[in-house]
């Protein structure tokens, strides 16, 4: 991510405990004050290099974003030349490998979504903008597959995403992942 390009040594500290903490335990119960004293800074150096905590927030969910958006490339990438109704179905692998290694708690954009009710918060963009990316990626290997409407599959597709990546943070549905590749399955006429 360019933007992370630019931050001190502290600044990645400070980021780096700060995506812990609010994944682990939610952006309205983690304080400036124990984001600094576990990173080893002031909170004025937390402040010098992110101006605010809806700031660092933001920040949080862009780097995940980032993170995210290389990992699913990666995984579609590495399977190479394959039939395009097959890409798709090796996005819902690139979830399942998420979740099983990074985001056990559910997805870190609609949790925050959840606790930022504010339009106007400057990581409620981010959010969008993840989520815009990620049907915009769908909507690509969609086009891909030669289907007629690529926008209602990929639509289709991050619900069944977005739902699957929920319902696996629940803990209750064991292979919901891998539920919702059996359904994308059937959309994309791959058995």
Not at 34 to 52: M, N, P
Not at 164 to 170: H, Y
Request: proline content about 4%; aromatic content about 6%.
């Amino acid at each position: 991510m360019t933007e992370d390009l630019a931050l001190t040594p502290a600044a990645e500290r400070v980021l780096d405990v700060a995506s812990r903490l609010f994944y682990d335990n939610g952006i309205h119960v983690v304080g400036v004050e124990s984001i600094a004293s576990e990173a080893g800074v002031t909170k004025k150096t937390l402040y010098d290099r992110f101006g605010s905590k809806d700031a660092l927030v933001a920040h949080y969910l862009r780097r995940s974003d980032e993170r995210y958006r290389e990992h699913v490339r990666a995984v579609v990438e590495r399977r190479g030349r394959i039939a395009p109704a097959r890409r798709i179905l090796l996005v819902f692998d690139a979830l399942e490998e998420w979740i099983a290694t990074e985001n056990p708690r559910g997805c870190p954009f609609v949790n925050a979504q959840a606790e930022l009710p504010d339009a106007a918060h400057p990581a409620r963009e981010v959010i969008r903008e993840q989520k815009q990316w990620l049907l915009d990626y769908l909507r690509v290997l969609a086009r891909d597959t030669g289907v007629r409407n690529p926008r209602k599959l990929a639509t289709s597709l991050l619900t069944l995403l977005e739902g699957a990546a929920v319902t696996a943070s629940f803990g209750i549905v064991p292979g919901a992942v891998g539920t919702a590749k059996d359904v994308a399955r059937h959309l994309v006429g791959v058995s």
